[in-house]
Each structure stands twice: as structure tokens, then as C-alpha cells.
């Protein structure tokens, strides 16, 4: 390991002592053309299918390679761990399969189904505590009880050992393809995989132009790098949870920022639709995390057009009760779903003229609340409309405007638009 004053940098060597201890427990997930993708971009889009790892993401790599490294002593007291759920399976793997205790504290928005998973990879060997609203409150809370009970912190990015785990899989994608690769993709939360990356692809192909993907609502690396200091961001979205933290981890960002060819931002939105697309189209189910980088594809498809590409397909834990809000965000992003103040005169067959006079004939009402008031003699109503094109909006507004129906429009006021929908 470099240990340099300067910097800490995974090395090749270490990454791939790392390859030799988790390879009991961790799969070489296999590196597949994207045919569709391909054709798309007019490029060699290759997936690595980490969403198809034991725990259903590359956690398990840096979570196992971590705790293996601990001695006896550090063991036998137990370990602690934060996570918004998939590097808590990883743990909680690795707990069950070395037979030590671990504690593992989860954000209270973590979606049920990767607690479920937590509890079942680790039986009766971990313990699960729901703390705070962000991975950072379950962090704090983690770290505390490490300092007063003696355990240790598997942290899930901010570790040698960790980033040295998450970069095995860049020397699996090197192994697996004989083409030169020019691009690899991938998701960025705390940077431990990015920068595991780094280590194992500056060393086998320093050719290739490594760019990392953040959502636009959690720009923690990009906003560090541009402020070229790890920043921390206090008001984050967290919908994309398993790359939504607060503040990248002190060498991930060391790291990322010097030998990342680029951090880029993509819209939740995007996202949400590249989900249900690779359910759709492909019969892949991933998490948004594990979508994030080809949603990026978008953003560069000038670029990569006739390179190799690798996009890291990172994890598949989703929860399938986030289906309705993973297609409301994909078609908020797509200009085909709008929310309206519609203010309904209080007379009988008003609701029956806008269905029928002011709702074109491919619009459609998915949202609506109302509650009539005598005193009035406007009752007002939030509704919510599904387009089947964009540009069916402008002649729906005018249409509201010229028979006194407009109130106002809430997708471009997002206090207003999250307090009443």
C-alpha cells in the first residue's frame, strides 16, 4: 500500500491481494455487450454485472476484504458498520460467513427490502439499528458506539482496504475483454468503487478515461472537486440512496480528484427512466444507483461514439414499492407529467366540462383533489395530468386560461409543488 505523506493511492499489488481473499465469497460477475445500448450510441457498450453479485452489488468486495484484514482481538469484539444498504448486506455477509458479531446502522428511509436482505445475509450474527434520515446520521451513530464499546468501523468507501476490495472488479473487466477500453463509467456516492477503479485501470490501462456518475440532487464529489476540497452538501436528495451521501469520503476524493477524466451529474429523473427502460427492454432490474451510468450515456453519446465502453452496473436492490415513484419521476423528467391549481367554478357539470372541453384527447387526469366550499365561488383543486407529448402542454394551458379554470402551475415551484401533491 502507498502511504506516501502526499496522497494515498490503491496500488495494483494491493488490489490484487485484495482479488485473492475475497474470492471465496465474492462472484467475477460477468462483462456482456448491451446490444441495445450498442446500437443506440453506435458504440461497444459492455455492462458489468455487479447487480448479478451474491449480495446484488460490489459491496461485498471492499465489505469482506475489510473485516478479513482484522485481527483476532479486533474480531472477537465485533464490527460496526453505516450504510444505506448495500454495503450493510456485504457486511452483513462477510459477518455471517467469518462468524463475527456485527451492528449495523441503517438511515431510516432505507427501503424494506434491503433491510430484509441485511437481515437475511447476516442471521443471527448482525444487528440492526434504523438511525437518522441520511447515511451520514447512521454514520455519526455508528462511529459513537465504535468509540465506547471498542469496535471496529467498516467504513464503506473512506478505507485502503475497502477501496482495494471495490477495485477487484476493475481488474476483472481488464481480464475480460481483449478490445481496448476507452471509457469506463461509474457511480459515484462516497467514491470507494471510483477510486478502487483508479488503482487497478491507471496501472493495466492507462489509456482508459475513467468518468464517475453522481445524481444531480447529491453532487458531493463534483461539488468538491470543484471547490477543491471535500465539501460537504447539508440538502441532499435522496431518492438515488446507494449514491446520495453528503461528503465523499477524505482519500476517495484525493483520489477521484486527480485521476478522474470527469465527474458528471444526471438528472433523477433520467434515471428513473433508464430503470424502467432496462426493465422493459432488457429484463434487467436494477436499483437507480445501478442505473446511473448508463443514464450518463446521454450526456456523452458524441463522445463515445465507435469506442469501447464499459458502464459498471453497480447494484439491483431495488425495492418494487418504489415502482410508482421511480415512473412519476421519469415522467416529471420527460415534460409529460404536470400538476395544475385548477379552479373549478362551484356549479353543477363544471368537473364534466373540463374533462370533456379543456382535456385534449390523449390527456389524461391521474391526480385530483378537491374539496368544494359554498362560500366560494371558485373551489380550487390540485390535478394532476399525464401528457402523451410534450408539446400537448401549451394548448392545455391556453385552453385553462381562456375558459377561467387556470390557478397556477406547480411543477416549476417545488416548495409548493412537494407541500400539496
Do not use: W
Not at 446490444?35 to 449480495?55: G, T
Not at 450493510?88 to 432505507?110: D, E, K, N, W
Not at 444526471?266 to 445501478?290: F, H, S
Not at 382535456?359 to 390540485?382: M, Q
Amino acid at each position: 500500500m502507498n502511504t506516501s505523506s502526499t496522497i494515498y493511492f490503491p496500488e495494483l499489488e494491493d488490489i490484487e491481494k485484495a482479488a485473492s481473499v475475497i474470492k471465496e465469497v465474492s462472484l467475477v460477475t460477468p462483462l456482456i455487450q448491451s446490444i441495445r445500448y450498442s446500437k443506440k450510441y453506435d458504440a461497444n457498450i459492455l455492462l458489468k454485472r455487479e447487480d448479478l453479485q451474491r449480495v446484488r452489488s460490489y459491496k461485498i468486495r471492499g465489505a469482506y476484504n475489510k473485516i478479513n484484514s482484522l485481527t483476532k482481538v479486533e474480531m472477537d469484539k465485533g464490527v460496526v458498520c453505516a450504510s444505506a444498504g448495500n454495503h450493510a448486506q456485504g457486511v452483513a455477509f462477510a459477518c455471517h460467513h467469518l462468524r463475527i458479531q456485527g451492528t449495523i446502522y441503517m438511515p431510516s428511509v432505507t427501503p424494506k427490502q434491503k433491510i430484509e436482505q441485511t437481515r437475511m445475509f447476516g442471521g443471527a450474527y448482525v444487528t440492526i439499528v434504523l438511525e437518522g434520515d441520511t447515511f451520514d446520521d447512521a454514520s455519526n451513530a455508528a462511529k459513537k458506539i465504535c468509540t465506547e464499546e471498542g469496535k471496529t468501523y467498516i467504513h464503506p468507501f473512506d478505507d485502503p482496504k475497502t477501496i482495494e476490495g471495490q477495485g477487484t472488479i476493475g481488474l476483472e473487466i481488464f481480464n475480460q475483454t481483449e478490445v481496448p477500453i476507452d471509457y469506463v463509467f461509474v457511480a459515484i456516492g462516497g467514491g470507494g468503487l471510483a477510486s478502487g477503479l483508479c488503482g487497478a485501470l491507471k496501472a493495466l490501462s492507462p489509456r482508459t478515461k475513467i468518468i464517475g456518475v453522481e445524481p444531480k440532487g447529491a453532487p458531493s464529489m463534483t461539488t468538491s472537486i470543484k471547490n477543491n476540497k471535500n465539501t460537504q452538501i447539508f440538502n441532499i436528495d435522496k431518492f438515488i440512496d446507494g449514491a446520495a451521501v453528503q461528503k465523499v469520503g477524505d482519500l476517495n476524493f484525493e483520489i477521484c480528484k486527480s485521476y478522474l477524466t470527469d465527474v458528471f451529474t444526471v438528472p433523477e429523473g433520467l434515471v428513473c427512466q433508464t430503470i424502467l427502460d432496462l426493465y422493459n427492454k432488457d429484463a434487467i432490474v436494477v436499483e437507480p444507483a445501478g442505473a446511473i451510468t448508463l443514464a450518463a450515456l446521454e450526456f456523452y453519446k458524441d463522445t463515445i461514439k465507435s469506442k469501447n465502453v464499459v458502464c459498471i452496473i453497480s447494484g439491483s436492490n431495488n425495492d418494487i414499492t418504489r415502482t410508482a415513484e421511480i415512473k412519476e419521476r421519469a415522467l416529471l423528467y420527460a415534460d409529460l407529467k404536470h400538476y395544475f391549481i385548477v379552479r373549478f367554478p362551484q356549479r353543477a357539470g363544471a368537473l364534466k366540462e373540463f374533462v370533456g372541453e379543456i382535456l385534449g384527447p390523449n390527456d389524461d387526469i391521474t391526480h385530483f383533489e378537491y374539496s368544494k366550499k359554498s362560500s366560494r365561488e371558485n373551489g380550487p383543486a390540485v390535478v394532476g395530468i399525464e401528457l402523451k407529448d410534450r408539446k400537448d402542454l401549451a394548448p392545455l394551458i391556453n385552453r385553462m386560461k381562456e375558459r377561467n379554470f387556470y390557478g397556477d402551475y406547480l411543477n416549476d415551484k417545488p416548495d409548493l409543488f412537494q407541500f400539496l401533491v
